[in-house]
């Protein structure tokens, strides 16, 4: 802790303040004149808190003007300090009393810290910002504002926080460097682990122990997603976790999991291949593994991000496939049960540009009638091309009983 009682910062209170003053001027743009945030990714962007306390409500008020303050369950608020840089007197915390209760809602007692605190009026001289999308915002949250303070236009921010954080800091990507370091290693547990009769569980452990491990010099996170491992012919479909079922000896393995440090995350996904895999796994193999290079050659700052999807589109149109899904998303900081940023999906409909800076998983999940495969890379994008932030080998991963 340092001398006003608050955390230590991970960034530079230049860098806290740069971002403060991006989500302000997007707020001005949008006509907000103050913003409400509530996404824990967020929260923990702007303040830096970070507790495992986003499953009661809890939010961050950011004024046009004025500090931003940090409402939470007391017992949680209490300890902020411990994480957060705010200073003591912008963290406040709500009653245990009104904790799961049904027929008030803890925002009912912030809006009236707010009123107490005079932060109602000038707010509703314009449109307040709210994060509609939020996982962690529910109806009844909306419903206890919306009551409780009838002077403010509440109408949907549009992930403008998300938005901000597409464009990462030098500081932000040497953590994610971190990050893949620990991705790296998980990814080796996890092809250790396979093998013919292991349980499906086992396997998980193996990647979870890595991923919280981290190195000597640093340790891992939990993560935003648990370890998927959809195996044989339920790698058809996407996002299976594990079971305690065992792995038969001719069948793929698709793992997707991520490394996270200091709650920025790096995911990879990868195939591996008990038995001599058929011939139709392989084809599709090949054709997976030449759109994603045909993607990260045309890679680089000011490039379409639709034109990233045509030329994975084109190329694997030439083996006969076709892929309804996006083919990746802007990645960062993530808390469950996501570690997306909501904002860029590289997809043929996308109306962003790429910019340096800007972080990806590009995610080439083919998922066919009783097979899949799965490869990904978690990339930054530069001036001038791409960098890969892990090194694991790609392909159809054969693994040796």
């Known amino acids: 802790m340092n001398v006003n009682g608050t955390a230590r910062m991970l960034f530079t209170a230049e860098e806290y303040a740069a971002r403060l003053a991006a989500v302000r001027l997007r707020m001005a743009e949008q006509g907000l004149s103050a913003l409400l945030v509530t996404d824990p990714a967020n929260i923990y962007y702007l303040t830096g808190y970070n507790a495992w306390s986003f499953y009661t409500p809890q939010l961050v008020f950011v004024p046009a003007e004025g500090d931003m303050i940090l409402f939470s369950r007391q017992m949680d608020a209490s300890g902020a300090f411990r994480t957060s840089w705010l200073p003591p007197e912008c963290i406040v915390g709500y009653p245990e009393s009104y904790v799961h209760r049904p027929h008030i809602h803890p925002f009912d007692w912030v809006a009236f810290a707010l009123r107490e605190r005079h932060l109602i009026a000038p707010a509703a001289k314009g449109c307040v910002g709210l994060e509609m999308d939020s996982h962690f915002f529910a ?43 620990i991705t790296n290693n998980a990814m080796a547990a996890a092809e250790q682990a396979i093998r013919p009769g292991a349980r499906k569980c086992d396997i998980a452990a193996a990647i979870t122990e890595a991923q919280i491990r981290g190195t000597e010099e640093f340790g891992g996170d939990y993560t935003a997603i648990v370890p998927l491992l959809p195996t044989g012919e339920s790698a058809d479909t996407p996002h299976l976790t594990w079971s305690e079922d065992r792995l038969k000896d001719d069948e793929p393995v698709v793992v997707e999991l991520a490394g996270a440090y200091q709650r920025y995350h790096v995911p990879l996904n990868r195939t591996f291949s008990l038995g001599e895999p058929s011939a139709e796994l392989s084809r599709l193999a090949d054709a997976t593994g030449e759109g994603l290079n045909a993607m990260l050659d045309v890679i680089r700052a000011d490039v379409p991000v639709r034109e990233v999807a045509a030329v994975w589109n084109r190329t694997i149109f030439e083996y006969g496939y076709e892929k309804d ?77």
């Open 139 to 181: 109806p009844k949250a909306y419903r206890a504002l919306v009551n409780a303070i009838p002077e403010w236009t509440l109408v949907d921010s549009f992930e403008l926080v998300n938005w901000v954080r597409s464009i990462k800091s030098p500081a932000e990507i040497q953590l994610m460097h971190k990050a893949a370091v």
């Open 325 to 401: 899904s996006r083919l990746g998303y802007s990645i960062g900081v993530g808390f469950p049960p996501d570690w997306g940023e909501r904002t860029i999906s590289i997809r043929s409909e996308e109306e962003s540009v790429l910019a340096e800076n800007m972080t990806f998983h590009l995610i080439c999940g083919m998922w066919m009638d009783n097979y899949g495969y799965g490869l990904s890379e978690s990339i930054r994008v530069t001036a001038t091309g791409v960098e890969t932030f892990t090194t694991y080998k790609r392909g159809l991963l054969p693994i040796n009983s």
